[in-house]
């Protein structure tokens, strides 16, 4: 799988590309945890990815632990339906934040 | 269908497009597909992960059919007795400092089937899960 990592604005946007399964998850983890040791403020952008499993899900709460105990600050943006249900489902909506998009999340970082 | 799958993570690629062709080919919402291929990526990683501990090559099997309510899902394997619908909840409410890591993929089973059935016949695990095709289950569904 691909991740793309980029700056925006002073926010580091992760976007994992394809399915963030078991097989792929430790690139996704690779990933977000260089851009959570790199930055305080980091985005994970969800919509070129096919789904996330338990194993993604994971990362993604590392990463929100890690940022909340150093003092950073984790986005979710463009998260589509069939994802945020899998979100939702886990709890995960009521700890972390999601926003619709990037532009969205700005207040949030500042 | 009948798949036959190896005890190896690699395998779970393979089993995502036999999914996806699966749904395309019996005209599955791209929503269910979703559902499906996250509870068959769950499973099968429990099996190929934990069910054969004393490690070497092992296969086991997945069944897939649809019909007019369900598609209906049968993974049977002979590694170590494992029962996920036994299994414990995570706590969804805890904060994110108190939150655990593990334990969701079963959870995430659980809450996206309609019918989650377990058997130890044979030595064998026999697990049948649905997912229902119309949106009648215990999630409330956005504008549904």
């Known amino acids: 799988m691909e991740i793309k990592i980029a700056e925006e604005d002073g926010i580091t946007v992760v976007t994992p590309v394809g399915r963030v399964d078991t097989s792929t998850s430790k690139a996704f983890e690779d990933g977000v945890m260089s851009a959570v040791a790199s930055g305080k403020k980091l985005a994970i952008r969800f919509n070129e990815i096919d789904y996330m499993s338990s194993a993604g899900l994971r990362v993604v709460l590392m990463a929100g632990k890690k940022l909340t105990a150093s003092g950073g600050a984790l986005a979710l943006i463009d998260m589509p339906e069939k994802i945020f249900s899998v979100f939702r489902i886990s709890g995960f909506d009521k700890i972390l934040k999601i926003f619709p998009n990037l532009a969205e999340s700005k207040e949030f970082f500042n | ?144």
């Open chain 2, 1 to 144: 269908m009948l798949v036959k799958i190896k005890n190896n993570i690699e395998e779970i690629s393979r089993i995502c497009d036999i999914v996806r062709n699966f749904c395309v080919q019996n005209g599955v919402s791209d929503e269910k597909y979703h559902d499906v291929v996250l509870i068959l990526d769950e499973l099968i990683t429990n099996i190929i992960s934990y069910a054969y501990p004393d490690g070497g090559e092992r296969f086991f099997d997945l069944s897939l059919e649809k019909n007019d309510q369900y598609i209906v899902m049968n993974v049977i394997d002979d590694g170590i007795p494992f029962d996920p619908s036994s299994q414990a909840d995570p706590d969804v409410d805890s904060s994110i400092e108190e939150r655990q890591l593990g334990g969701l993929g079963i959870f995430m089973v659980k809450q996206l089937s309609e019918v989650i059935e377990y058997s130890r016949v044979d030595d064998q695990n026999r697990l049948c899960v649905k997912v229902a095709l119309c949106n009648k289950n215990k999630e409330e569904n956005h504008g549904d």
